[in-house]
Nanobody, 122 residues
Framework: VQLQASGGGLVQTGDSLRLSCAAG???????LGWFRRAPGKGREFVAS????????SYADSVKGRFTISRDYAKNTLYLQMNNLKPEDTAVYYC?????????????????WGQGTQVTVSS
């Protein structure tokens, strides 16, 4: 299973970006999530969405600024990031959960994509 994340880049504080992740057919009945890893830090949960799309979960640090969504027809996961801050700088990873629900735990995810770099300058 290959997950292809895209949409990262270099932006300024307050700007927006939308990350995409082509998750493939194996994601159709599974929860999906976004994680990130900042330089010198461990992997951090960002957001997750259930397979029905009726439940979402966010890290406190991104609530109100980030929105996770999925397009079933395209088997694609999105992360709309608004009002970006320098502390959002990280490599962002998409992942397919082992089950249909949302989770903030990395162990709950079975497949991981390659990361896309997001850099927010002050």
């Amino acid at each position: 299973v290959q997950l292809q994340a895209s949409g990262g880049g270099l932006v300024q504080t307050g700007d927006s970006l939308r990350l995409s992740c082509a998750a493939g057919r194996t994601s159709s009945n599974n929860g999906l999530g976004w994680f990130r890893r900042a330089p010198g830090k461990g992997r951090e949960f960002v957001a997750s969405i259930s397979w029905r799309g009726d439940r979402t979960s966010y890290a406190d640090s991104v609530k109100g600024r980030f929105t996770i969504s999925r397009d079933y027809a395209k088997n694609t996961l999105y992360l709309q990031m608004n009002n970006l801050k320098p502390e959002d700088t990280a490599v962002y990873y998409c992942a397919v959960a082992r089950s249909s629900t949302t989770s903030s735990l990395p162990d709950a995810y079975r497949y991981w994509g390659q990361g896309t770099q997001v850099t927010v300058s002050s």
